[in-house]
């Protein structure tokens, strides 16, 4: 299983940034997937989950709004577009993989996610 992110960088307060996480080593279609994000010193905070097909999804009080996630299982790529940036956004954010197939249990748990990517950078300045 590998997972591999991208799309972080700078940008502004207000501006706009889209993660993808591109999946491969495992049947992608059948697995709900996660984006989550920390900051140094902190722990592991959920951001958004969305159901196999795409059909559900869910996110984090901090971010209902702002951030979309999507999935296109025909290039088994998940992604996170993120709009009106704040300065809190700031963080590694990652993608991950459900523990279990067509499973959504828990999906705010990163106890429940068994794969991760290596992260990529979002800093918002103000």
């Known amino acids: 299983v590998q997972l591999v992110e991208s799309g972080g960088g700078l940008a502004q307060s207000g501006g706009s940034l889209r993660l993808s996480c591109v999946a491969s080593?495992?049947?992608?279609?059948?697995?709900?997937m996660g984006w989550f994000r920390q900051i140094p010193g902190k722990e592991r905070e959920f951001v958004a989950a969305?159901?196999?097909?795409?059909?559900?999804?869910y996110y984090a009080d901090s971010v209902k709004g702002r951030i979309t996630i999507s999935r296109d299982n025909a290039k088994n790529t998940m992604y996170l577009q993120m709009n009106s940036l704040k300065p809190e956004d700031t963080a590694l954010y990652y993608c991950?993989?459900?523990?279990?197939?067509?499973?959504?249990?828990?999906?705010?748990?990163?106890?429940?996610?068994?794969?991760w990517g290596q992260g990529t950078q979002v800093t918002v300045s103000s």
């Open positions: 991950a993989k459900k523990r279990v197939s067509y499973s959504l249990g828990q999906y705010e748990s990163s106890f429940e996610y068994d794969y």
């Open positions: 969305a159901s196999w097909s795409g059909t559900y999804t």
């Open positions: 080593g495992f049947t992608f279609s059948t697995y709900a």
